[in-house]
């Protein structure tokens, strides 16, 4: 089992108002951090996702034309599912 901290209520697990006071000059430190690395994941995220996806692999490949006869078998076998 874990050691109670003199920092913490030994009852609930609670932060003390002591160690409250001690971390309340550094939260908004914590956040702008916390915010600029998020910031940079997500940029990061983003920007690979957008390279990604805008590549067209089959553009160069031709396609062959089809027959009148085919296209309309194709299409009777579609429209009937």
């Known amino acids: 089992m874990l ?5 913490t209520d030994k009852r ?6 002591a160690m409250i006071r001690a971390r309340k000059p550094f939260f908004v430190r914590n ?3 916390l915010s600029a690395l998020l910031g940079a994941s997500l940029g990061i995220y983003f920007y690979t996702y957008r390279v990604l996806h ?7 490949v031709p396609i062959p034309p089809i027959d009148k006869k085919e296209l309309e078998a194709l299409q009777k076998e579609f429209s009937t599912k």
């Open 3 to 7: 050691a109670p901290s003199n920092y």
């Open 12 to 17: 609930t697990w609670k932060m003390t108002p």
């Open 31 to 33: 956040m702008v951090g």
């Open 54 to 60: 805008k590549d067209n692999d089959f553009a160069d």
